[in-house]
């Protein structure tokens, strides 16, 4: 994925939340890019976003047969 290579390149540590959807029901996702070696940071960054979107709770994956 071209917006992770940068991040990948650097050796910083990245993460992708998602946080909404589109009009076509894709997810949108924010990315938590923190300093080197802060993974600590960014696990509660994560963890705090995910409490307050409530993706989880709003968005359930529909499974087309």
Do not use: W
């Amino acid at each position: 994925d071209i917006c992770t290579v940068p991040v990948n390149i650097a050796g910083l540590p990245g993460m992708s939340i998602p946080v909404s959807v589109d009009k076509e029901g894709m997810p949108i996702g924010v990315q938590l890019i923190a300093r080197h070696f802060d993974e600590e940071t960014i696990f509660k960054a994560a963890y705090t976003l995910e409490q307050e979107v409530k993706f989880r709770d709003k968005y359930k994956p529909e499974f087309k047969k």
